[in-house]
């Protein structure tokens, strides 16, 4: 399984629906979110720049 197929949160698989992948608001990075992740507001790191996000 690669990077892009887990959330940068919580490295779940995304395999279920509600999962989003979308570009890190400073460095345009791939950001993977699972469902669970996005509905609680899980806080994410960008791993390339450090950019933290809702």
Known sequence: MTARDRCTSCNAPLAEAGSTWFSCPVCAHE????????????????PKCGFQGP
């Open 31 to 46: 950001i993977n979110r699972c469902y669970r992740c996005r509905e609680q507001s899980i806080p994410y790191t960008c």
